[in-house]
């Protein structure tokens, strides 16, 4: 049953738009975060239980597919929505639609691009193409995965680097990737083919949201959008491994990533918190816990805002986590 909750958050924040007051389903998802105290984590069999239906289970392909149909062929009528709104009710609004879309845009599209199906490859590809992350796949796939855990890894935020200072950094070398994937020479021309149709995705959504509604205010609404969509994703990849740089290069274990184990929002986000066992899926990787991160996963996106704050929770947990590695 709890693969209906997203089905019901995304009902909710349609619901919320349609009333014209969105701030309700904002109110509502903050009250449903309080799901993660009051459930009890995910136990280990539980997390291998869930990353093999993720894998395996046919019901569970097909539901994220259509399920990914429905936030892209809502999003028209969700743009329409926005635009007749305005002041706070638009700015509420607006943040609603990038919480819904970057969550479900980056967790189901993620899943789907590591499928060996490449009609789903393509479908995750394509939707996270169009909400502002052209380069998704090469990048994540042939560069992130290919390095994780090491010092050559550079979606891998740095110990009291702020979130700030890795956008600085990481923004030029995405745009560096896109462009020219310095990789193998065999799958070059496969990355810039991805890149390029990244690109031509994410431009056909622009060019679609300024034809269809011919209006300034849809555009800025969608570039808005796409564009804190893919600061969400780099929030995301600062916060799961923050500091855990291993400069031994070793393969990398257990320990290499941070986790929320609470449910709520783990079945929220198709276990995307879960991020050791994503990198480690083979069930022996998954007898132990890995770092865990000391609140709940929304939250923690929140405070990687504040670096101070960050860096004054985080650090020593980082000291903790590095000491069992010796």
Known sequence: MHVLIPFLVFQGFLLGLWLGEPWLFILGLILANQLNYLWKPLSINEIKTEFSRLKQSAFMKYFMGFFLFALVSFYPWVLQNLINLSGISLSL???????????????????????????????????????GLPGFLSNHIYEHHARFGTKDDPSVSNLNESFYRFLLRIIPHR????????????????????????????????????????????????????????????????????????????????????????????????????????????????????????????????????????????????????????
Not at 93 to 110: E, K, M, N, R
Not at 121 to 131: K, V
Request: glycine share 6%; charged share 15%; hydrophobic share 45%.
């Open 93 to 131: 609004g607006v943040l609603a639609s990038i919480i819904v879309y970057a969550t479900f845009i980056v967790s189901i599209g993620h899943e789907f691009i590591h499928k060996r199906n490449p009609f789903f490859q393509f479908f995750g590809h394509f939707c996270l193409s169009l909400f």
């Open 175 to 326: 745009i560096s990737f896109l462009i020219h994937p310095k990789t193998k020479f065999k799958i070059y021309r496969r990355l810039l083919f991805y890149n390029f149709l990244g690109c031509f995705f994410y431009g056909l959504g622009l060019c679609l949201t300024a034809v269809v509604f011919n209006s300034p205010k849809a555009l800025f609404i969608h570039l808005s959008i796409t564009f804190f969509q893919y600061l969400f994703f780099e929030a995301t990849n600062y916060i799961q491994h923050y500091g855990l740089i291993d400069p031994s290069n070793k393969k990398p274990g257990i320990n290499h990533a941070w986790n929320h184990y609470g449910r709520y929002t783990n079945f929220l986000t198709f276990m995307l918190p879960i991020h050791s066992a994503h990198h480690l899926r083979a069930n022996e990787s998954l007898d132990q816990r890995g770092p865990s991160l000391p609140y709940a996963y929304f939250l923690m996106l929140l405070l990687s805002l504040f670096p101070k704050l960050w860096f004054k929770l985080m650090n020593p947990k980082v000291d903790l986590v590095k000491s069992t590695r010796t």
